[in-house]
Nanobody, 115 residues
Framework: QVHLVESGGGLVQSGGSLRLSCAAS????????MGWYRQPPGKGRELVAI???????NYRYSVKDRFTLARDVSKNTVTLQMNTLKPEDTAVYYC?????????WGQGTQVTVSS
């Protein structure tokens, strides 16, 4: 079992920045994929950015050039630096990981961007 704990959410004005962090713990044998999803109010969960063990990172088109994912494979951590935030980035952000074919989710952290 892998446990993911996020931190760093909050309230920020449009154009501001926030940095989310996620740390994995528990029975870790080799996390293949690690990244971030989000769920805007009234919508489904959507991919934000994800990194594979081959160090390939894919971003949602609407956040590319504004958000940066950084992963430390040795420490089992992942961060999401979010710049130039927009009101449409308001959502609950979830840390996500895949290990041995199983998916794991964090509890979520709220990010609210005011206009």
């Amino acid at each position: 079992q892998v446990h993911l704990v996020e931190s760093g959410g909050g309230l920020v004005q449009s154009g501001g920045s926030l940095r989310l962090s996620c740390a994995a713990s528990g029975r870790i044998t080799g996390i293949y994929t690690m990244g971030w999803y989000r769920q805007p109010p009234g919508k489904g969960r959507e991919l934000v950015a994800i990194n594979t063990r081959e160090n390939i990172t894919n971003y949602r088109y609407s956040v590319k050039d504004r958000f940066t994912l950084a992963r430390d494979v040795s420490k089992n951590t992942v961060t999401l630096q979010m710049n130039t935030l927009k009101p449409e980035d308001t959502a609950v952000y979830y840390c996500y990981a895949i290990q041995s074919g199983l998916e794991y989710w964090g509890q979520g952290t709220q990010v609210t961007v005011s206009s």
